[in-house]
């Protein structure tokens, strides 16, 4: 059996740079052949559509609406949809699975803390941590900021990234031990997916991260298109 899932989704709810709602997003994966898919929203930090300087909660209800659009649409016709969030600072990305909006509402605290302490606080709430495209260059990334104490996996394919960043980020996980996953950082129902091949479906997040720790799957890669990212 095989089901495929990108791990790597943004919303037009959720993110400044994505183009198509949560629902438009599952019928676009629904269409290409694929179980499911995570939203990863960027959250404050990154290229959020949110106003983090609204009330704690109604700041996260807002975060949260184009994932609640995916998963509706989701279980309408059986695709899985998954929550995440794309934690930034200053244009170093990671993608947190593992915690949901409930635990955010909790924990207004997050966005003042400092990078290091921010990711060690999410694994200690039973996080799991992807290193989103390490070794990408563009203008909004002012360095290269490599945290293996602090990351659980590193996204070693992404399809807006050049074949030189996508084997840089290859190159530091294995010489860290961290797990190696595919993304297609996709914005709108139109863009190049990637992600992984599961053996087997998956109904919980819980699941996908379980899968990822035992490496059993294959990394999506369709071929590298040139992207704004990437000129």
């Given at each position: 059996m095989s089901c495929k899932y990108e791990l790597h989704v943004h919303t037009s709810q959720g993110s400044a740079c994505g183009w198509s709602t949560g629902a438009e997003m599952a019928d676009y994966f629904k269409r290409l052949g694929?179980?499911?898919?995570?939203?990863?929203?960027?959250f404050d930090g990154g290229n959020t559509a949110i106003d983090f300087n609204q009330p704690w909660v109604n700041a996260v209800e807002s975060f949260c609406l184009g994932y609640e659009d995916a998963k509706r649409r989701g279980d309408e016709i059986e695709l899985d949809v998954f929550f995440g969030f794309e934690y930034s600072f200053?244009?170093?990305?990671f993608l947190i699975y593992g915690l949901d909006k409930e635990w955010l509402i909790n924990n207004p605290q997050i966005i003042k803390m400092s990078l290091k302490n921010a990711l060690k606080y999410f694994r200690k709430a039973g996080a799991f941590i992807i290193h989103a495209h390490p070794f990408r260059e563009a203008p909004y990334i002012e360095m290269f900021r490599l945290l293996p104490?602090?990351?659980?996996?590193?996204?070693?394919?992404?399809?807006?990234?050049?074949d030189r960043h996508n084997e840089r980020a290859g190159v530091y996980a294995?010489?860290?031990?961290?797990?190696?996953?595919?993304?297609g950082d996709v914005h709108g129902a139109d863009g190049q997916a990637s992600g992984i091949d599961?053996?087997?479906?998956?109904?919980?997040?819980g699941e996908m991260i379980n899968l990822i720790r035992h490496c059993d799957y294959k990394i999506?890669?369709?071929?590298?298109?040139s992207s704004y990212f990437t000129k």
């Open positions: 694929y179980a499911g898919m995570v939203v990863t929203d960027h200053h244009g170093t990305e104490d602090y990351t659980d996996a590193v996204e070693v394919y992404n399809v807006h990234n050049t294995m010489m860290f031990g961290l797990k190696e996953v595919g993304g599961s053996p087997k479906r998956l109904h919980t997040i999506i890669k369709p071929k590298i298109y």
